[in-house]
């Protein structure tokens, strides 16, 4: 249970909820218990003479028993009420710690993982962990101190029939103990098929033209049905473990009333154990029942959160080489310099960029073109500083990248990536993303500039027309537009256009080159492309060619 260690800064955070949620414990376990010994009162006075009729003491004891129910009651709803609303928050705080720190993560550690997996990490793993520091605390600590007040009141009762029905207890945690490393095992396997399915999923439906295109559902359908196949099987592998638990916990219960009857039965032939107090040993054991049938399930539940803590903590461990270091706030002019700048990408090996150097005065343009594999789009990486040179560096303003604010340098930039992303929302909100709290004149104006305004205003819903997942409702010269909209509406002093007009006609390209002119002119412009005719407006162009697996200019 190593890994669930990292988890007692939140204990401790909310400690006060837990200290009261361990009180409730005491105090409805406490009530509980304390009734039962006027079962026994009843059973004896009942039987007292024979006399089976009216009976005030008895009325008493029944009062008290019903009393003692409602108290038990009430203390374990405000058992559940802090215990469970502890964990509740403690999941809301972890969740959000995650997805914080999956965005502090640089773009190699994305390449080294899968979105399901990701995925998964954040919802079932979190919702494993919660378990434990929910349910998995609460039957716990309930149990413990359901066992203690018990056992104290049978050994008042008798201590040798308390010392026989006991007994079996420590055979019930060796079998516990030695499950427990199994099911450990057996959860890590599990959710990491749970993780394969995830990512199988969501690989599917993000290409599922490609799908249709090629007419391959049944083979998705035939490679989906064989992973969830094998999660079904491992799940029910593990199922089968867990059911020892239960076996072992009733098998037990068993011997604990064969033991009750025997011994209980033999002192009061003898004369030394009154049938009430033989009826109080019943109980008290059936008490036990509920919470020790919850240990198979607790131990179950708390191995799930350690195998999914240990996961969740693999992603914690990371450290990205991106880190900021300045936190200033200033403005960016666009001067650029490279010096000799070499790239390799670790995850390959490949080195994409070589000895690269150039300079870029703030408001000039510059086209990169070179062939397929060349690294252009490293060096828009690069200046973004989305990965850090391998060797040299690039200066921005005079400074060294690394030394900038980030945020408020990318404050300062707008970025059209090659691959076209859209959000699954409105034109207007993905247009607007880049800056807080857009107009919705700004959105049409930056539209205009992107010349994808006029397609706008053709659509019935126009601006608030929603685009489907990952714009699949747009055609891709409209998704790109869209994009560069999106890049430009924040006024940049550097703008990188990564491959981002090639689904573009040339008019509709020089339309948008000649806006940007007009309305961004004193901006730094990078053009990735493969066209001259996008190259031909640049101030400066550096053109890359491939050799022996590097990269000059």
């Not at 079962?39 to 008895?58: A, I, P, Y």
């Not at 203390?75 to 509740?88: D, G, H, P």
């Not at 039965?265 to 019943?282: N, T």
């Not at 490949?350 to 000039?364: D, P, T």
Request: include cysteine.
């Amino acid at each position: 249970m190593k890994a669930l260690k990292t988890l007692n800064p939140y204990f401790w955070k909310h400690k006060i909820l837990l200290f009261w949620g361990v009180l409730f414990i005491i105090a409805s376990n406490f009530f509980n218990i304390y009734k039962v010994q006027f079962v026994g009162k009843s059973v004896d006075e009942l039987t007292k003479n024979g006399n089976l009729g009216f009976n005030r003491q008895v009325l008493i004891y029944v009062a008290i028993i019903v009393g003692c129910s409602l108290l038990t009651g009430f203390f374990t709803f405000m058992m559940r009420q802090t215990i469970i609303v502890a964990s509740r928050r403690i999941e809301y705080e972890l969740k959000n710690k995650i997805y914080r720190h999956y965005q502090d993560l640089s773009l190699t550690d994305y390449k080294q993982t899968t979105i399901g997996d990701l995925m998964n990490r954040l919802s079932e793993d979190v919702v494993a962990v919660r378990m434990y520091l929910g349910p998995g605390v609460m039957y716990v600590a309930n149990l413990i101190v359901l066992v203690v007040i018990t056992a104290i009141y049978m050994l008042t009762t008798d201590v040798s029939m308390t010392l026989w029905t006991l007994l079996p207890l420590p055979i019930l945690s060796f079998a516990i103990y030695k499950v427990s490393s199994i099911i450990n095992q057996k959860s890590k396997i599990m959710q990491k098929s749970q993780s394969a399915i995830s990512t199988f999923v969501q690989d599917s439906f993000s290409g599922i033209r490609v799908v249709k295109f090629f007419a391959r559902e049944n083979y998705i359908k035939k490679n989906y049905g064989t992973k969830v196949t094998d999660y079904q099987n491992k799940a029910l592998d593990l199922a089968k473990t867990e059911a020892y638990f239960f076996t072992i916990i009733l098998f037990v219960i068993g011997l604990l009333n064969v033991a009750i009857i025997w011994i209980g039965g033999q002192k009061y032939i003898a004369g030394e154990l009154s049938i009430g107090k033989i009826a109080d040993f019943f109980m008290y054991i059936n008490t036990l029942i509920f919470p020790f049938s919850m240990v198979g399930w607790v131990t179950s539940v708390n191995q799930r959160a350690e195998a999914s803590m240990q996961r969740i903590n693999e992603f914690m461990d990371k450290k990205s080489e991106i880190v900021n270091k300045n936190f200033d706030t200033y403005e960016i002019t666009g001067n650029i310099e490279f010096r000799n700048v070499s790239y390799v990408y670790p995850n390959t090996g490949i080195k994409a960029l070589e000895n690269l150097s150039f300079k870029l005065n703030a408001g000039e343009s510059l086209a990169i073109m070179g062939k397929t594999g060349s690294g252009k789009s490293t060096v828009a990486l690069l200046l973004c500083r989305l990965i850090d040179p391998t060797e040299g560096e690039i200066l921005v303003d005079g400074k060294n990248l690394k030394d900038h604010n980030l945020e408020n340098y990318r404050n300062y930039i707008g970025y059209i990536p090659q691959e076209s992303y859209l959000f699954s929302d409105s034109i207007e909100n993905n247009i607007g993303f880049a800056i807080d709290k857009p107009t919705h004149e700004k959105v049409v104006e930056y539209a205009k500039i992107a010349d994808v305004d006029k397609n706008i205003v053709e659509f019935k819903e126009q601006y608030k027309t929603m685009v489907g997942e990952r714009g699949v409702m747009l055609s891709g010269g409209q998704k790109q537009r869209i994009c560069i909209a999106r890049a430009l509406i924040k006024a940049p002093n550097i703008i990188i256009f990564d491959d981002s007009l090639s689904a573009l006609d040339t008019e509709t390209e020089q339309n948008i080159l000649e806006n940007i002119d007009r309305k961004i002119h004193n901006a730094t412009s990078i053009i990735i492309t493969h066209r001259e005719s996008s190259a031909q407006r640049a101030d400066k162009i550096l053109n890359l060619t491939e050799i022996n697996n590097s990269v000059t200019a």
